[in-house]
Nanobody, 122 residues
Framework: VQLQASGGGLVQAGRSLRLSCAAS????????LGWFRQAPGKEREFVAG????????YYADSVKGRFTIFRDNDKNTVYLLMNSLKPEDTAVYYC????????????????WGQGTHVTVSS
C-alpha cells in the first residue's frame, strides 16, 4: 500500500493551498481517509476525515470552516483544500487510510503517507 501526499509549500497567511494524496495497493473506496499534521515539537494531530463514499466529513475545531476534505474514488485520491491559512497551520501534513468509520486518532489508521510540508508565513 502506498499513499503519496503532495501539494505542500510556502504560502502567505490568508492564502490557500490544496493538498493531494494518491493511493495505490488498496481498495480505495472501502477506506475512511484522513489528514493529520505534525508541527515541530508537537504530537501528530487529526485535521480532517472523510467516509468511504464522501458523504460524511468531519474536522478538528481548529480548521473547521477553513479546510475542506474531499475525495475522488475514480482517481484513488483524497484532497485537502486549505483556505485562510494561518502561521499556526505550519506543519507536515500526512494522509492516512482506515477501515474504521469516523476515525480521528492515529491508532485508528492503518496506512500512512510520507507527509508534505506546509509553511505559512505571516
Amino acid at each position: 500500500v502506498q499513499l503519496q501526499a503532495s501539494g505542500g509549500g510556502l504560502v502567505q497567511a490568508g492564502r490557500s493551498l490544496r493538498l493531494s494524496c494518491a493511493a495505490s495497493g488498496l481498495t480505495f473506496s472501502r477506506y475512511t481517509l484522513g489528514w493529520f499534521r505534525q508541527a515541530p515539537g508537537k504530537e501528530r494531530e487529526f485535521v480532517a476525515g472523510i467516509s468511504w463514499n464522501g458523504v460524511s466529513t468531519y474536522y478538528a475545531d481548529s480548521v473547521k470552516g477553513r479546510f475542506t476534505i474531499f475525495r475522488d474514488n475514480d482517481k484513488n485520491t483524497v484532497y485537502l483544500l486549505m483556505n485562510s491559512l494561518k502561521p499556526e497551520d505550519t506543519a507536515v501534513y500526512y494522509c492516512a487510510a482506515s477501515v474504521r468509520d469516523r476515525a480521528t486518532t492515529t491508532p485508528d489508521y492503518d496506512f500512512w503517507g510520507q507527509g508534505t510540508h506546509v509553511t505559512v508565513s505571516s
